[in-house]
């Protein structure tokens, strides 16, 4: 492993490492998931929805910590391929996302997929290495969720 001492400096753009490291690793999965007939952010989208469903879309957009509008765009295709569908809610104003028996179908056939995706990273990257990975990107992201100091209203 890697070790950092307090002298270290960062070296590029934090923002840029992220997005090679995630494009690098949705590369990994898109190849094995494309075996399916699925996109990465289709497989995901399905499996939230097998989870959490029926959910109203904001709830649905909400959980995946994605834009209203992004949800919309990628549940197009999932409601075209009749994997998914939206009904009437509890009054005539909401809509409630769920998933078919053929969108059921389809995510269990991505699922073995995933797990050959997860499991080729896993061998790459090592455990360990996946373990710090993990244990880091889950504080950050409950780091990054609170305001920052001085942000409140005083």
């Known amino acids: 492993m ?7 400096s960062l070296q590029g753009c934090t923002n840029l490492k992220l997005r090679q490291l995630t494009r690098r690793v949705s590369q990994l999965y898109d190849v094995e998931l494309a ?9 995901s989208l399905l499996s939230h929805i097998v989870k959490l469903g029926p959910i109203r879309p904001g ?5 995946m910590k994605m834009e209203a509008s992004t ?3 990628n549940l197009k295709p999932l409601l075209s391929a009749g994997w998914a569908q939206l009904e009437a809610g509890a009054d ?10 053929a ?6 056939d991505a699922q073995r997929h995933w797990k050959a995706a997860q499991t080729g990273l896993n061998a790459r990257l ?9 244990a880091l990107i889950d504080e950050a992201l409950v780091l990054l969720a ?8 005083e």
Do not use: C, F, N
């Open 126 to 134: 090592g455990m360990p290495r996946m373990l710090a990975l993990h």
């Open 35 to 43: 075996q399916s007939g699925l996109k990465t952010t289709q497989y």
């Open 2 to 8: 890697l070790s950092v001492t307090p002298a270290t």
């Open 146 to 153: 609170e305001p920052a100091i001085g942000d409140g209203d």
């Open 71 to 73: 949800l919309t765009r």
């Open 103 to 108: 969108g059921r179908e389809k995510r269990q």
């Open 92 to 101: 005539g104003r909401s809509r409630l996302i769920t998933v078919t028996p």
């Open 59 to 63: 709830d649905l957009a909400q959980a």
